[in-house]
Protein backbone atom coordinates (compact mmCIF):
# COMPACT_ATOMS: atom_id res chain seq x y z
CA UNK A 1 0.00 0.00 0.00
CA UNK A 2 2.29 2.31 1.19
CA UNK A 3 4.53 1.69 -1.71
CA UNK A 4 1.85 2.81 -3.93
CA UNK A 5 1.00 5.82 -2.60
CA UNK A 6 4.34 6.57 -2.46
CA UNK A 7 4.90 5.53 -6.32
CA UNK A 8 0.98 7.40 -6.59
CA UNK A 9 3.22 10.73 -5.34
CA UNK A 10 6.56 10.13 -7.16
CA UNK A 11 4.64 10.30 -10.60
CA UNK A 12 2.73 12.80 -9.48
CA UNK A 13 5.77 15.50 -9.18
CA UNK A 14 7.25 13.56 -12.00
CA UNK A 15 3.74 14.90 -14.01
CA UNK A 16 2.84 17.66 -12.96
CA UNK A 17 6.09 19.50 -11.14
CA UNK A 18 6.96 20.45 -14.37
CA UNK A 19 3.80 21.58 -15.73
CA UNK A 20 3.91 24.24 -12.98
CA UNK A 21 3.88 27.69 -14.11
CA UNK A 22 6.71 28.84 -12.08
CA UNK A 23 8.82 25.69 -13.24
CA UNK A 24 10.27 26.62 -16.25
CA UNK A 25 11.06 30.42 -15.52
CA UNK A 26 13.07 28.44 -12.06
CA UNK A 27 15.20 26.16 -14.48
CA UNK A 28 16.38 29.15 -16.31
CA UNK A 29 17.57 31.67 -13.31
CA UNK A 30 19.02 28.25 -11.69
CA UNK A 31 20.97 28.30 -14.92
CA UNK A 32 22.02 31.87 -14.14
CA UNK A 33 23.50 31.14 -10.85
CA UNK A 34 27.09 30.60 -11.87
CA UNK A 35 26.87 33.56 -14.34
CA UNK A 36 25.55 35.51 -11.26
CA UNK A 37 28.14 34.11 -8.93
CA UNK A 38 31.37 35.04 -11.53
CA UNK A 39 29.48 38.51 -12.53
CA UNK A 40 29.27 39.33 -8.57
CA UNK A 41 32.41 38.03 -7.37
CA UNK A 42 34.25 40.53 -9.71
CA UNK A 43 32.77 43.21 -8.97
CA UNK A 44 33.05 41.95 -5.15
CA UNK A 45 36.64 41.39 -5.89
CA UNK A 46 35.92 37.91 -4.47
CA UNK A 47 37.05 35.80 -6.92
CA UNK A 48 40.71 35.63 -5.61
CA UNK A 49 43.95 36.86 -6.50
CA UNK A 50 43.61 36.00 -9.83
CA UNK A 51 39.97 37.05 -10.99
CA UNK A 52 40.41 37.12 -14.77
CA UNK A 53 41.83 33.82 -14.65
CA UNK A 54 39.26 32.49 -12.61
CA UNK A 55 36.38 34.14 -14.44
CA UNK A 56 37.81 32.55 -17.66
CA UNK A 57 38.09 28.69 -16.68
CA UNK A 58 35.23 29.86 -14.84
CA UNK A 59 32.98 30.16 -18.04
CA UNK A 60 34.55 27.56 -19.90
CA UNK A 61 33.78 24.87 -17.53
CA UNK A 62 30.05 25.57 -17.15
CA UNK A 63 29.85 25.66 -21.02
CA UNK A 64 31.00 21.94 -20.94
CA UNK A 65 28.82 21.42 -17.91
CA UNK A 66 26.53 22.29 -19.91
CA UNK A 67 26.59 20.95 -23.05
CA UNK A 68 27.34 17.00 -21.11
CA UNK A 69 24.15 18.18 -19.25
CA UNK A 70 22.73 18.97 -22.90
CA UNK A 71 23.69 15.37 -23.87
CA UNK A 72 21.61 13.74 -20.75
CA UNK A 73 18.41 14.74 -21.66
CA UNK A 74 17.78 12.34 -24.04
CA UNK A 75 18.89 9.33 -22.29
CA UNK A 76 17.18 10.37 -19.30
CA UNK A 77 14.06 11.35 -20.67
CA UNK A 78 14.02 7.56 -22.27
CA UNK A 79 15.55 5.30 -19.23
CA UNK A 80 13.29 7.40 -16.38
CA UNK A 81 10.43 8.04 -18.96
CA UNK A 82 10.10 11.49 -17.70
CA UNK A 83 9.40 12.59 -21.60
CA UNK A 84 8.59 16.62 -20.45
CA UNK A 85 12.47 16.83 -20.43
CA UNK A 86 12.10 17.14 -23.77
CA UNK A 87 10.66 20.84 -22.92
CA UNK A 88 14.85 22.14 -21.85
CA UNK A 89 16.82 20.48 -23.79
CA UNK A 90 16.68 23.61 -25.90
CA UNK A 91 17.18 25.63 -22.81
CA UNK A 92 19.90 24.06 -21.41
CA UNK A 93 22.04 23.94 -25.32
CA UNK A 94 21.31 27.69 -25.74
CA UNK A 95 23.24 27.78 -21.67
CA UNK A 96 25.58 26.06 -22.81
CA UNK A 97 26.52 28.30 -26.03
CA UNK A 98 25.96 31.51 -23.28
CA UNK A 99 28.73 30.23 -21.45
CA UNK A 100 30.89 29.38 -24.49
CA UNK A 101 30.03 33.30 -25.53
CA UNK A 102 31.29 34.51 -22.15
CA UNK A 103 34.08 32.48 -22.10
CA UNK A 104 35.53 33.73 -25.36
CA UNK A 105 33.92 37.18 -24.40
CA UNK A 106 36.17 37.25 -21.05
CA UNK A 107 38.92 35.73 -22.77
CA UNK A 108 39.07 38.96 -25.71
CA UNK A 109 38.04 41.58 -23.02
CA UNK A 110 40.48 40.56 -19.92
CA UNK A 111 42.95 38.54 -21.39
CA UNK A 112 43.55 40.21 -24.67
CA UNK A 113 41.85 43.91 -24.30
CA UNK A 114 40.77 43.05 -27.75
CA UNK A 115 43.56 42.96 -29.46
CA UNK A 116 42.20 41.39 -32.34
CA UNK A 117 45.71 40.95 -33.86
CA UNK A 118 46.82 39.10 -30.52
CA UNK A 119 43.79 37.22 -30.33
CA UNK A 120 44.28 36.08 -34.45
CA UNK A 121 47.85 34.89 -33.46
CA UNK A 122 46.81 33.16 -30.26
CA UNK A 123 43.76 31.13 -32.50
CA UNK A 124 46.29 30.24 -35.41
CA UNK A 125 49.87 29.70 -33.23
CA UNK A 126 48.14 27.38 -29.93
CA UNK A 127 46.32 24.33 -31.00
CA UNK A 128 44.09 24.23 -28.02
CA UNK A 129 42.69 27.79 -28.47
CA UNK A 130 42.45 26.46 -32.26
CA UNK A 131 39.97 24.10 -31.09
CA UNK A 132 38.06 26.49 -28.24
CA UNK A 133 37.67 28.58 -31.51
CA UNK A 134 36.87 25.67 -33.39
CA UNK A 135 34.08 24.71 -30.84
CA UNK A 136 32.44 28.22 -30.91
CA UNK A 137 32.28 28.40 -34.61
CA UNK A 138 30.77 25.42 -34.47
CA UNK A 139 28.46 26.17 -32.06
CA UNK A 140 26.81 29.26 -33.94
CA UNK A 141 24.55 27.49 -36.33
CA UNK A 142 23.23 25.63 -33.86
CA UNK A 143 21.97 28.55 -32.05
CA UNK A 144 20.79 30.31 -35.14
CA UNK A 145 18.88 27.25 -35.76
CA UNK A 146 17.64 26.72 -32.45
CA UNK A 147 14.22 28.35 -32.88
CA UNK A 148 10.77 26.81 -34.44
CA UNK A 149 10.52 28.47 -37.29
CA UNK A 150 13.95 27.11 -38.35
CA UNK A 151 13.26 23.67 -36.84
CA UNK A 152 10.07 23.73 -39.41
CA UNK A 153 11.51 25.14 -42.42
CA UNK A 154 14.78 22.84 -41.99
CA UNK A 155 12.98 19.65 -41.22
CA UNK A 156 15.06 16.49 -41.71
CA UNK A 157 18.39 18.40 -42.14
CA UNK A 158 17.70 20.02 -38.35
CA UNK A 159 18.02 16.58 -36.88
CA UNK A 160 21.49 16.00 -39.10
CA UNK A 161 22.84 19.29 -38.12
CA UNK A 162 22.18 19.13 -34.70
CA UNK A 163 24.35 15.83 -34.60
CA UNK A 164 27.73 18.09 -34.39
CA UNK A 165 27.06 18.55 -30.74
CA UNK A 166 28.98 15.40 -30.59
CA UNK A 167 32.33 16.41 -32.50
CA UNK A 168 31.78 20.43 -30.28
CA UNK A 169 31.41 17.73 -27.10
CA UNK A 170 34.41 15.98 -27.63
CA UNK A 171 36.56 19.04 -29.34
CA UNK A 172 35.62 20.76 -26.35
CA UNK A 173 37.43 18.53 -23.54
CA UNK A 174 39.99 17.83 -25.97
CA UNK A 175 40.27 21.50 -25.71
CA UNK A 176 40.04 21.33 -21.82
CA UNK A 177 42.99 18.72 -21.93
CA UNK A 178 45.48 20.08 -24.00
CA UNK A 179 45.27 23.28 -21.55
CA UNK A 180 45.25 21.10 -18.53
CA UNK A 181 49.26 20.95 -16.90
CA UNK A 182 49.66 17.65 -15.08
CA UNK A 183 46.59 17.24 -12.91
CA UNK A 184 43.97 15.30 -15.38
CA UNK A 185 40.95 14.00 -12.69
CA UNK A 186 38.87 16.77 -13.68
CA UNK A 187 38.79 16.32 -17.56
CA UNK A 188 39.11 12.53 -17.16
CA UNK A 189 35.84 12.54 -15.08
CA UNK A 190 33.77 14.91 -17.78
CA UNK A 191 35.52 12.37 -20.51
CA UNK A 192 34.13 9.30 -18.52
CA UNK A 193 30.75 11.02 -18.83
CA UNK A 194 30.90 12.27 -22.19
CA UNK A 195 31.62 8.44 -22.86
CA UNK A 196 28.97 7.03 -21.16
CA UNK A 197 26.52 9.60 -22.90
CA UNK A 198 28.07 8.70 -26.74
CA UNK A 199 27.96 4.70 -25.61
CA UNK A 200 24.18 5.30 -24.87
CA UNK A 201 23.79 6.59 -28.31
CA UNK A 202 26.06 4.14 -29.95
CA UNK A 203 24.29 0.99 -28.56
CA UNK A 204 21.21 2.69 -29.28
CA UNK A 205 21.48 2.97 -32.96
CA UNK A 206 23.22 -0.02 -33.51
CA UNK A 207 20.03 -1.56 -31.28
CA UNK A 208 17.64 0.00 -33.42
CA UNK A 209 19.16 -1.38 -36.84
CA UNK B 1 87.14 25.94 9.96
CA UNK B 2 84.29 23.84 10.15
CA UNK B 3 81.41 25.54 10.18
CA UNK B 4 78.52 22.99 10.03
CA UNK B 5 78.31 20.26 12.54
CA UNK B 6 77.16 16.79 12.00
CA UNK B 7 74.40 15.70 14.17
CA UNK B 8 71.96 13.35 13.48
CA UNK B 9 74.07 10.63 13.77
CA UNK B 10 76.48 12.02 17.02
CA UNK B 11 73.28 12.78 18.30
CA UNK B 12 71.46 9.40 18.61
CA UNK B 13 74.91 7.59 19.67
CA UNK B 14 75.20 10.64 22.70
CA UNK B 15 71.61 10.41 24.06
CA UNK B 16 70.35 7.21 23.02
CA UNK B 17 67.45 9.10 21.59
CA UNK B 18 66.07 9.78 17.90
CA UNK B 19 66.05 12.93 16.87
CA UNK B 20 62.19 13.07 16.50
CA UNK B 21 61.73 12.43 20.33
CA UNK B 22 63.12 15.32 20.55
CA UNK B 23 60.07 17.99 21.76
CA UNK B 24 59.30 20.15 18.84
CA UNK B 25 58.93 23.02 21.61
CA UNK B 26 62.64 22.93 22.39
CA UNK B 27 63.44 22.73 18.75
CA UNK B 28 61.13 25.89 17.81
CA UNK B 29 62.48 27.97 20.35
CA UNK B 30 66.31 26.60 19.66
CA UNK B 31 65.83 27.73 15.82
CA UNK B 32 63.77 30.74 17.00
CA UNK B 33 66.91 31.62 18.90
CA UNK B 34 69.53 31.04 16.46
CA UNK B 35 67.73 32.93 14.08
CA UNK B 36 67.17 35.72 16.07
CA UNK B 37 71.04 35.96 16.83
CA UNK B 38 72.20 35.54 13.01
CA UNK B 39 70.03 38.51 12.47
CA UNK B 40 71.32 40.38 15.54
CA UNK B 41 74.98 39.63 14.43
CA UNK B 42 73.88 40.49 10.69
CA UNK B 43 72.32 43.63 11.48
CA UNK B 44 75.49 45.03 13.30
CA UNK B 45 77.72 44.03 10.15
CA UNK B 46 75.44 46.15 8.15
CA UNK B 47 76.75 49.33 8.46
CA UNK B 48 73.94 52.35 8.39
CA UNK B 49 71.60 49.97 8.67
CA UNK B 50 69.16 50.56 5.90
CA UNK B 51 65.49 51.04 7.10
CA UNK B 52 63.23 50.81 4.16
CA UNK B 53 59.75 50.52 4.65
CA UNK B 54 57.55 48.23 2.41
CA UNK B 55 55.60 49.66 -0.31
CA UNK B 56 52.08 47.91 0.83
CA UNK B 57 50.42 45.94 2.82
CA UNK B 58 52.63 46.76 6.18
CA UNK B 59 49.68 45.42 8.65
CA UNK B 60 50.74 42.25 7.30
CA UNK B 61 54.30 42.08 8.57
CA UNK B 62 55.01 40.69 11.55
CA UNK B 63 58.47 40.41 13.58
CA UNK B 64 59.35 36.83 13.70
CA UNK B 65 63.06 37.63 12.94
CA UNK B 66 64.44 40.25 15.41
CA UNK B 67 66.53 42.64 14.00
CA UNK B 68 66.55 41.35 10.75
CA UNK B 69 68.76 42.73 7.75
CA UNK B 70 66.82 45.13 4.84
CA UNK B 71 68.94 44.67 1.86
CA UNK B 72 68.49 47.25 -1.30
CA UNK B 73 66.59 44.14 -3.31
CA UNK B 74 63.52 44.88 -4.86
CA UNK B 75 63.19 48.33 -2.95
CA UNK B 76 60.63 50.77 -4.20
CA UNK B 77 58.92 47.72 -5.50
CA UNK B 78 55.06 47.09 -4.85
CA UNK B 79 54.41 44.20 -2.92
CA UNK B 80 52.01 41.36 -3.93
CA UNK B 81 49.72 41.27 -0.83
CA UNK B 82 50.56 39.00 1.97
CA UNK B 83 47.23 37.06 1.72
CA UNK B 84 47.28 36.74 -2.29
CA UNK B 85 50.88 35.65 -1.92
CA UNK B 86 49.97 32.83 0.80
CA UNK B 87 46.09 32.04 -0.87
CA UNK B 88 47.61 30.88 -4.55
CA UNK B 89 49.76 28.64 -4.78
CA UNK B 90 51.59 25.91 -7.07
CA UNK B 91 52.46 23.06 -4.49
CA UNK B 92 51.19 20.08 -6.05
CA UNK B 93 52.32 17.85 -2.92
CA UNK B 94 48.91 19.68 -1.27
CA UNK B 95 46.47 19.27 -4.44
CA UNK B 96 47.05 21.09 -7.56
CA UNK B 97 44.20 23.73 -7.18
CA UNK B 98 45.96 26.95 -6.30
CA UNK B 99 43.58 27.37 -2.93
CA UNK B 100 44.83 23.28 -1.89
CA UNK B 101 47.95 24.23 -1.06
CA UNK B 102 46.66 27.06 1.96
CA UNK B 103 43.75 24.61 2.58
CA UNK B 104 46.35 21.32 2.91
CA UNK B 105 49.13 22.17 4.58
CA UNK B 106 48.06 23.60 7.20
CA UNK B 107 49.20 20.29 9.88
CA UNK B 108 51.97 19.93 8.24
CA UNK B 109 54.95 19.05 10.32
CA UNK B 110 58.57 21.33 9.83
CA UNK B 111 60.06 20.69 12.79
CA UNK B 112 62.10 18.88 13.36
CA UNK B 113 63.98 19.20 10.10
CA UNK B 114 66.56 17.77 8.40
CA UNK B 115 68.35 18.07 5.15
CA UNK B 116 70.61 15.42 3.49
CA UNK B 117 73.78 16.43 1.88
CA UNK B 118 74.64 14.36 -0.74
CA UNK B 119 77.26 13.67 -3.93
CA UNK B 120 80.28 15.58 -4.84
CA UNK B 121 81.12 17.49 -1.56
CA UNK B 122 83.46 16.65 1.43
CA UNK B 123 81.37 17.79 3.91
CA UNK B 124 78.01 15.57 3.27
CA UNK B 125 75.67 14.19 5.68
CA UNK B 126 72.35 14.78 7.08
CA UNK B 127 72.10 18.46 9.04
CA UNK B 128 69.42 19.53 11.28
CA UNK B 129 67.88 22.26 9.83
CA UNK B 130 68.85 24.54 12.80
CA UNK B 131 72.59 23.68 12.45
CA UNK B 132 72.22 24.97 9.40
CA UNK B 133 70.59 28.47 10.33
CA UNK B 134 72.65 29.03 13.18
CA UNK B 135 75.49 30.15 10.33
CA UNK B 136 73.13 32.43 8.49
CA UNK B 137 72.74 35.70 7.98
CA UNK B 138 69.11 36.24 7.51
CA UNK B 139 68.09 39.02 5.66
CA UNK B 140 64.83 40.36 3.51
CA UNK B 141 64.94 40.85 -0.14
CA UNK B 142 62.28 41.79 -2.06
CA UNK B 143 61.88 39.78 -5.50
CA UNK B 144 59.99 39.83 -8.28
CA UNK B 145 58.14 35.87 -8.77
CA UNK B 146 57.31 34.97 -12.17
CA UNK B 147 55.53 31.65 -12.20
CA UNK B 148 55.89 29.75 -16.13
CA UNK B 149 51.81 29.87 -16.24
CA UNK B 150 52.12 33.64 -16.59
CA UNK B 151 51.51 34.82 -13.32
CA UNK B 152 53.64 36.84 -11.22
CA UNK B 153 53.87 38.21 -7.28
CA UNK B 154 56.74 40.54 -5.60
CA UNK B 155 57.54 38.98 -2.33
CA UNK B 156 59.37 40.11 0.72
CA UNK B 157 61.35 37.25 1.39
CA UNK B 158 63.53 36.33 4.58
CA UNK B 159 66.75 33.72 4.33
CA UNK B 160 70.00 34.04 3.52
CA UNK B 161 72.39 33.33 0.75
CA UNK B 162 72.40 30.01 -1.17
CA UNK B 163 75.95 30.41 -2.04
CA UNK B 164 77.45 30.38 1.62
CA UNK B 165 75.27 27.51 2.31
CA UNK B 166 76.79 25.61 -0.53
CA UNK B 167 79.68 26.56 0.50
CA UNK B 168 79.88 25.31 3.74
CA UNK B 169 78.89 21.84 2.68
CA UNK B 170 82.33 22.30 0.58
CA UNK B 171 81.57 20.93 -3.35
CA UNK B 172 84.57 18.89 -5.28
CA UNK B 173 85.57 20.14 -8.48
CA UNK B 174 83.56 17.26 -9.51
CA UNK B 175 80.34 19.14 -8.82
CA UNK B 176 79.13 20.64 -11.47
CA UNK B 177 75.62 20.68 -11.09
CA UNK B 178 73.51 20.93 -7.59
CA UNK B 179 69.64 18.95 -7.23
CA UNK B 180 67.43 19.91 -4.73
CA UNK B 181 64.71 16.99 -3.58
CA UNK B 182 61.26 18.09 -2.00
CA UNK B 183 60.16 16.21 0.95
CA UNK B 184 57.94 12.87 -0.22
CA UNK B 185 55.24 12.19 2.56
CA UNK B 186 52.21 11.22 1.46
CA UNK B 187 50.55 10.87 4.52
CA UNK B 188 51.32 14.34 5.56
CA UNK B 189 51.28 15.78 1.83
CA UNK B 190 48.06 14.58 0.77
CA UNK B 191 48.89 15.32 -2.98
CA UNK B 192 51.33 12.84 -3.31
CA UNK B 193 48.55 9.92 -3.09
CA UNK B 194 48.34 10.57 -6.51
CA UNK B 195 51.13 10.32 -9.25
CA UNK B 196 50.27 13.86 -10.85
CA UNK B 197 54.12 14.10 -10.63
CA UNK B 198 56.82 12.08 -10.38
CA UNK B 199 57.81 12.32 -6.75
CA UNK B 200 59.16 13.69 -5.03
CA UNK B 201 60.01 16.91 -7.10
CA UNK B 202 63.48 17.45 -8.25
CA UNK B 203 65.30 20.80 -9.54
CA UNK B 204 68.12 22.11 -9.76
CA UNK B 205 71.22 24.75 -10.97
CA UNK B 206 74.06 24.51 -12.54
CA UNK B 207 76.68 24.97 -10.37
CA UNK B 208 77.76 28.41 -11.42
CA UNK B 209 73.89 29.70 -11.43
CA UNK B 210 73.88 28.32 -8.08
CA UNK B 211 76.79 30.30 -6.53
CA UNK B 212 75.30 33.31 -8.24
CA UNK B 213 74.63 35.99 -5.07
CA UNK B 214 70.75 36.24 -6.07
CA UNK B 215 69.97 32.60 -5.21
CA UNK B 216 68.16 32.29 -1.84
CA UNK B 217 67.03 29.97 0.98
CA UNK B 218 63.85 31.54 2.40
CA UNK B 219 62.50 30.64 5.47
CA UNK B 220 59.84 33.39 5.87
CA UNK B 221 58.27 36.14 4.36
CA UNK B 222 56.84 39.64 5.51
CA UNK B 223 59.01 39.42 8.09
CA UNK B 224 56.98 35.65 9.60
CA UNK B 225 57.99 32.26 9.12
CA UNK B 226 57.67 30.59 5.89
CA UNK B 227 54.26 29.29 5.54
CA UNK B 228 53.92 25.98 4.94
CA UNK B 229 52.38 26.28 1.52
CA UNK B 230 54.79 28.90 0.59
CA UNK B 231 57.25 25.68 0.95
CA UNK B 232 57.84 25.86 4.73
CA UNK B 233 60.43 25.16 6.39
CA UNK B 234 62.73 25.89 3.66
CA UNK B 235 63.07 26.49 0.54
CA UNK B 236 65.13 28.27 -2.87
CA UNK B 237 64.17 31.23 -4.40
CA UNK B 238 65.99 31.69 -8.16
CA UNK B 239 64.21 35.47 -9.23
CA UNK B 240 65.68 34.81 -12.84
CA UNK B 241 63.80 31.45 -13.22
CA UNK B 242 60.38 30.32 -13.72
CA UNK B 243 58.86 30.28 -10.03
CA UNK B 244 58.78 25.95 -10.34
CA UNK B 245 62.47 25.62 -10.27
CA UNK B 246 62.28 26.92 -6.73
CA UNK B 247 62.52 23.50 -4.96
CA UNK B 248 59.80 23.83 -1.81
CA UNK B 249 60.23 21.76 1.39
CA UNK B 250 63.82 20.75 0.65
CA UNK B 251 65.06 17.88 2.29
CA UNK B 252 67.86 16.94 -0.14
CA UNK B 253 70.90 19.08 -1.46
CA UNK B 254 72.64 16.87 -3.78
CA UNK B 255 76.10 17.47 -5.65
CA UNK B 256 76.19 15.99 -9.16
CA UNK B 257 78.76 15.74 -11.85
CA UNK B 258 75.70 15.48 -14.67
CA UNK B 259 72.62 17.55 -15.37
CA UNK B 260 70.09 16.30 -12.75
CA UNK B 261 66.75 15.01 -13.37
CA UNK B 262 63.71 17.77 -12.88
CA UNK B 263 60.43 16.64 -12.53
CA UNK B 264 58.56 19.57 -14.98
CA UNK B 265 61.30 18.78 -17.41
CA UNK B 266 61.23 14.86 -17.16
CA UNK B 267 57.36 15.61 -17.09
CA UNK B 268 57.00 17.85 -20.64
CA UNK B 269 60.49 18.22 -21.80
CA UNK B 270 58.92 20.31 -24.69
CA UNK B 271 57.62 22.58 -22.18
CA UNK B 272 60.06 23.08 -19.28
CA UNK B 273 63.41 23.44 -20.09
CA UNK B 274 66.18 22.20 -17.27
CA UNK B 275 67.54 26.53 -17.76
CA UNK B 276 63.95 27.72 -17.77
CA UNK B 277 65.11 31.60 -17.29
CA UNK B 278 62.25 33.96 -17.67
CA UNK B 279 62.17 35.23 -20.96
CA UNK B 280 59.34 36.93 -22.60
CA UNK B 281 60.92 35.65 -26.70
CA UNK B 282 60.87 31.68 -25.85
CA UNK B 283 57.06 31.31 -25.85
CA UNK B 284 55.92 28.13 -23.71
CA UNK B 285 54.83 26.10 -26.23
CA UNK B 286 50.59 26.04 -25.17
CA UNK B 287 50.73 30.26 -24.27
CA UNK B 288 52.75 33.30 -24.52
CA UNK B 289 55.65 34.18 -22.12
CA UNK B 290 55.20 38.01 -23.46
CA UNK B 291 53.24 39.19 -20.55
CA UNK B 292 52.12 38.13 -17.03
CA UNK B 293 49.31 38.97 -14.83
CA UNK B 294 49.91 40.15 -11.28
CA UNK B 295 48.16 38.55 -8.52
CA UNK B 296 45.97 41.30 -7.08
CA UNK B 297 46.01 43.33 -10.07
CA UNK B 298 42.66 44.85 -10.72
CA UNK B 299 40.33 43.17 -13.26
CA UNK B 300 40.47 46.29 -15.74
CA UNK B 301 44.45 46.63 -15.36
CA UNK B 302 46.38 45.71 -18.24
CA UNK B 303 48.59 42.88 -18.17
CA UNK B 304 52.73 43.90 -17.46
CA UNK B 305 55.13 42.85 -19.81
CA UNK B 306 57.49 40.29 -19.26
CA UNK B 307 61.11 41.21 -18.95
CA UNK B 308 64.46 39.15 -19.87
CA UNK B 309 65.61 36.75 -16.72
CA UNK B 310 62.73 38.72 -15.07
CA UNK B 311 64.57 41.95 -14.80
CA UNK B 312 67.65 40.31 -13.06
CA UNK B 313 69.80 40.34 -16.68
CA UNK B 314 72.12 42.67 -15.55
CA UNK B 315 73.20 40.03 -12.79
CA UNK B 316 72.75 36.92 -14.49
CA UNK B 317 72.66 37.25 -18.12
CA UNK B 318 76.62 36.56 -18.66
CA UNK B 319 76.01 33.46 -17.18
CA UNK B 320 74.29 32.10 -20.48
CA UNK B 321 76.78 34.47 -23.06
CA UNK B 322 77.24 32.32 -26.28
CA UNK B 323 74.16 30.02 -25.53
CA UNK B 324 70.74 29.79 -27.91
CA UNK B 325 68.41 30.38 -25.15
CA UNK B 326 65.71 29.05 -27.46
CA UNK B 327 67.42 25.81 -27.71
CA UNK B 328 68.70 25.87 -24.20
CA UNK B 329 65.22 27.14 -22.62
New interface residues.
Given amino acids: MDAMINRNWLMQIKEYLPGLCFFKPFVFLLCLVPFAFYVSGALNQQLGPNPVEAMIRGFGDWGIYFLLIGLSISPARKIFKLNWLIQYRRMIGLFAFFYVCIHFASYIWFEQFFDVQEIIKDIIKRPFITIGFVCFLMLLPLAITSTNGMMRRLKKNWLRLHKLVYPISILALLHYFMMTRADYLVPGFLLLVLSVLLAYRIVRSIKSH | MSLIIKTSRTHNFEQGIKSSEITAESAYLNRREFIKQSGLLAGAAWAGGLSLPAQADNSAYANDFKDLIKTPYGQGESL?SF??AT??NNF?EFG?G??DPAANAQQFVTDPWSITVEGEANKTGTFHLEDILKHAQMEERIYRFRCV?A?S?TVPWVGFSLADMLKRFDPTSKAKYVEFETLYDPKQMPGQK?R??DWPYRDGLRMDEAMNPLCFMAVGLYGRDLPNQNGAPIRLVVPWKYGFKNVKSIVKIKFTEHQPVCTWNT?APKEYGFYSNVNPSVDHP???QATE?K??AN?WE?KTKTQMFNGYGEQVAHLYKDMDLTKYF
Avoid: A, H, N
Fill in positions: TKDSYYTKKEWMRVLTRWSRLGFP
